[in-house]
């Protein structure tokens, strides 16, 4: 992404403030990027990428993704999911 180019990763908050303004239109684009960005600054800290984020986590709660079908099977598969997270 030229918008990176000569950039400093440790300026990580900030970039990632640009990369949402510059690719708001392209989410797995900015993801991808925002992703490599938080592997790049810690690899030049020569800390694990869970040391940066703050340490391990024993869990956490997590999205269910549904796939790409027509309307009434994804309302289908999202009922599913709704219920089941109920129960």
């Known amino acids: 992404a ?3 180019v000569g950039e400093d990763a440790g ?3 900030r970039l990632c403030r640009q990369l949402a303004r510059d690719l708001a ?3 797995a684009a900015r993801a991808a990027v925002d992703m490599a ?3 790049l600054l810690a690899r030049h800290l020569g800390v694990p990428l869970t040391t940066l984020l703050g340490g391990a986590v ?3 709660v997590t999205s ?3 796939g790409i079908e027509d309307v009434e099977t994804t309302a289908a598969q999202g ?3 709704i219920v ?3 129960r």
């Open 2 to 4: 030229d918008l990176l």
């Open 11 to 13: 300026h990580l908050g």
């Open 25 to 27: 239109s392209t989410p």
């Open 37 to 39: 960005l938080h592997d």
């Open 58 to 60: 024993r869990g956490m």
């Open 64 to 66: 269910v993704t549904i």
């Open 79 to 81: 009922t599913r999911v």
């Open 84 to 86: 089941k997270r109920n």
